[in-house]
């Protein structure tokens, strides 16, 4: 049961939802498959165990059972759950706030900053990054000025976000931007960044081949070998496929 402090502090939708989850997730609770969870991340989040299959299902129903939030209620239903430990919280908040994306303005892009930059890890990160900021600058060009701070930013959760934003952009890619976010942070010794970047090309260079051949051809010193080796590896498969046709 969540503490009474936690919940008199949200408004209806907020607590409505936040309740209607805990007492879903509660029921599915499986302390082996939690243990199991939380070594893959590194023991850095606990977890209720559910599968994933079946925790999309039981949010499914959840959300159905409520009118679409407007933003002020997503953006508290969404810190509310992101405040609660079980990760699979922070899961349906992602998942909350992709089915409702494209309602979401600009002013949300702080809120979406602080939850990258709060539990931070892969998981809710590159949610967070293809799914909602990347919808919210798509929806306004504008505000890939805001990426371009970002991308400079110390915190690499940050920076791996707007390296990641246009993950799912396809045609609608700005390529100059990803290029040159790419080269920024090309010696960069993270590796989550490094992973980011060749991600960010391989997704790219299933559109512009060439293009993504041409820069890496162009920066080969500037990137990382895990950069080169993600990046190549779509178009390396793609060439090894042909050569057996």
Same mark, same amino acid.
């Given at each position: 049961?969540?503490?009474?402090?936690?919940?008199?502090?949200?408004?209806?939708?907020? *607590?409505?939802? +936040?309740?209607? &989850?805990?007492?879903?997730? *509660?029921?599915?609770?499986?302390?082996?498959?939690?243990?199991?969870?939380?070594?893959?991340?590194? /023991?850095?989040?606990?977890?209720?165990?559910?599968?994933?299959?079946?925790?999309?299902?039981?949010?499914?129903? +959840?959300?159905? *059972?409520?009118p679409r939030p407007i933003n002020p209620e997503l953006t508290?239903?969404?810190? /509310?759950?992101?405040? &609660?430990?079980?990760?699979?919280?922070?899961?349906?908040?992602?998942?909350?706030?992709?089915?409702?994306?494209?309602?979401?303005?600009?002013?949300?892009?702080?809120?979406?900053?602080?939850?990258?930059?709060?539990?931070?890890?892969?998981?809710?990160?590159?949610?967070?990054?293809?799914?909602?900021?990347?919808?919210?600058?798509?929806?306004?060009?504008?505000?890939?000025?805001?990426?371009?701070?970002?991308?400079?930013?110390?915190?690499?959760? +940050?920076?791996?976000?707007?390296?990641?934003?246009?993950? =799912?952009?396809?045609? @609608?890619?700005?390529?100059?931007? &990803?290029f040159r976010y790419c080269l920024s942070r090309g010696d @960069?010794?993270?590796?989550?960044?490094?992973?980011?970047?060749?991600?960010?090309?391989?997704?790219?260079?299933?559109?512009?081949? %060439?293009?993504?051949?041409?820069?890496?051809?162009?920066?080969?010193?500037?990137?990382?070998?895990?950069? =080169?080796?993600?990046?190549?590896?779509?178009?390396?498969?793609?060439?090894?496929? %042909?050569?057996?046709?």
């Amino acid at each position: 049961m969540l503490p009474v402090q936690y919940i008199s502090r949200m408004g209806q939708y907020a *607590e409505d939802v +936040v309740l209607r &989850l805990n007492d879903a997730f *509660e029921r599915e609770r499986d302390s082996a498959n939690a243990a199991s969870m939380a070594a893959y991340m590194r /023991g850095q989040f606990p977890f209720f165990g559910i599968p994933a299959p079946r925790r999309v299902a039981i949010q499914r129903i +959840v959300f159905a *059972e409520f009118p679409r939030p407007i933003n002020p209620e997503l953006t508290e239903a969404v810190t /509310g759950l992101w405040a &609660l430990p079980e990760r699979e919280f922070q899961y349906a908040a992602c998942d909350i706030l992709r089915r409702n994306a494209g309602t979401l303005t600009p002013s949300f892009l702080p809120t979406a900053r602080i939850l990258i930059e709060s539990k931070s890890w892969w998981d809710t990160v590159d949610a967070l990054a293809a799914n909602v900021v990347g919808t919210i600058v798509q929806n306004d060009r504008s505000c890939a000025s805001a990426m371009d701070h970002w991308i400079t930013d110390s915190n690499t959760w +940050v920076a791996r976000a707007a390296i990641l934003y246009q993950l =799912k952009w396809k045609t @609608e890619t700005d390529t100059e931007r &990803l290029f040159r976010y790419c080269l920024s942070r090309g010696d @960069e010794r993270d590796f989550f960044i490094r992973k980011a970047i060749g991600w960010s090309l391989r997704e790219y260079s299933k559109t512009d081949a %060439k293009a993504v051949r041409g820069f890496i051809a162009a920066h080969e010193t500037r990137l990382s070998s895990l950069s =080169k080796r993600e990046a190549l590896l779509w178009l390396n498969r793609s060439r090894s496929l %042909k050569s057996l046709d």
